[in-house]
């Protein structure tokens, strides 16, 4: 079965860096796009960053673009998302997804499976 579980979340202050991992199993990332996806509270879900699988194309938010960056091992099967100069409105349970797909979905939305999300909090 397509599993995904991710690690890493927890509190930060404002300026502050994680590293959140999505370590994949029942497929392999050399075939899948994968990216991840937040939601703040009272707030939809917000597509944050996304790697294809045929060309290693990363995308980003907007509001993320020069902050984050998406990465992939492919001998761990994990992606990672390194979060620096973090926010206070980067708070949110971010997930990781995957798109049975070489190509990065829509929006960074419509992925087929997804992980339980992991919490993260920018407070000072």
């Known amino acids: 079965q397509v599993q995904l579980v991710e690690s890493g979340g927890g509190l930060v202050q404002p300026g502050g860096s994680l590293r959140l991992s999505c370590a994949a199993s029942?497929?392999?990332?050399?075939?899948?796009?994968i990216g991840w996806v937040r939601q703040a509270r009272g707030q939809g879900r917000e597509g944050v960053s996304c790697?294809?699988?045929?060309?290693?194309?990363?995308y980003y938010a907007d509001s993320v673009k020069g902050r984050f960056t998406i990465s992939r091992d492919k001998a761990k099967n994990t992606v990672y998302l390194l979060m620096t100069n973090l926010k206070l409105e980067d708070t949110a349970v971010y997930y990781c997804?995957?798109?049975?797909?070489?190509?990065?979905?829509?929006?960074?939305?419509?992925?087929?499976?997804w992980g339980q999300g992991t919490q993260v909090t920018v407070s000072s």
């Open positions: 790697i294809s699988s045929s060309d290693l194309n990363t």
């Open positions: 029942g497929f392999t990332l050399d075939k899948y796009a």
């Open positions: 997804a995957t798109e049975l797909s070489s190509r990065c979905p829509p929006n960074f939305l419509g992925y087929d499976y």
